[in-house]
T-cell receptor
Framework: EAQVTQNPRYLITVTGKKLTVTCSQN?????MSWYRQDPGLGLRQIYYSMNVEVTDKGDVPEGYKVSRKEKRNFPLILESPSPNQTSLYFC???????????FGPGTRLTVT | GESVGLHLPTLSVQEGDNSIINCAYSNSASDYFIWYKQESGKGPQFIID?????DKRQGQRVTVLLNKTVKHLSLQIAATQPGDSAVYFC???????????FGAGTILRVKS
């Protein structure tokens, strides 16, 4: 079954404490993205990766890092989280860029 | 449930009626459009897509209409069911074809 998994699903943390949200896909897709979703706004792209070791900024990259050391995994790193990064985060991967995105279940992050 | 629906337009329909959800897009050069459904606590799920060389595309109980003259997209759901209650997003391929741009979404509520 085609799947995108994210961990953790829920996280409450404090300002400045580094955290990583993992994303993994089993579809052997080259392209992967991270989005954040905030009340009243559509999904906004944070970072994307077109292949292993190839990453680029999306629309709202400030405060985030990513890495793509292997095709299936695309972790999102918050080196020093701040309260404005409280959001719902989705990892996604399309069958063909940028079509028919498969989304993960989401990670609800709260930074206090 | 998730709070992504705050401040979004809401469409309330009676079970069995047809629903029409509208979306205005911004880029006249966009080539590809997608509708997503997002249920509470889940990631967006692909519903149907359409290319700019088409005016209409039908799926199972859903139809997407594209009016390029006024940059308008609509999703029609026939015989709406309680399971159709969700937030619906339209998305377009960005200006340079390198990303999806999402609309803010519309809440669909189905009354039994």
């Amino acid at each position: 079954e085609a799947q995108v998994t994210q961990n953790p699903r829920y996280l409450i943390t404090v300002t400045g404490k580094k955290l990583t949200v993992t994303c993994s896909q089993n579809m052997n897709h080259e392209y992967m993205s991270w989005y954040r979703q905030d009340p009243g706004l559509g999904l906004r792209q944070i970072y994307y990766s077109m292949n292993v070791e190839v990453t680029d900024k999306g629309d709202v990259p400030e405060g985030y890092k990513v890495s793509r050391k292997e095709k299936r995994n695309f972790p999102l790193i918050l080196e020093s989280p701040s309260p404005n990064q409280t959001s719902l985060y989705f990892c996604a991967t399309p069958r063909v860029p940028h079509y028919e995105q498969y989304f993960g279940p989401g990670t609800r992050l709260t930074v206090t | 449930g998730e709070s992504v629906g705050l401040h979004l337009p809401t469409l309330s329909v009676q079970e069995g009626d047809n629903s029409i959800i509208n979306c205005a897009y911004s880029n006249s050069a966009s080539d590809y459009f997608i509708w997503y459904k997002q249920e509470s606590g889940k990631g967006p799920q692909f519903i149907i897509d359409i290319r700019s060389n088409m005016d209409k595309r039908q799926g199972q109980r859903v139809t997407v209409l594209l009016n390029k003259t006024v940059k308008h997209l609509s999703l029609q759901i026939a015989a709406t069911q309680p399971g159709d209650s969700a937030v619906y997003f339209c998305a377009e391929i960005g200006e340079y074809g390198n990303k999806l741009v999402f609309g803010a979404g519309t809440i669909l509520r189905v009354k039994s």
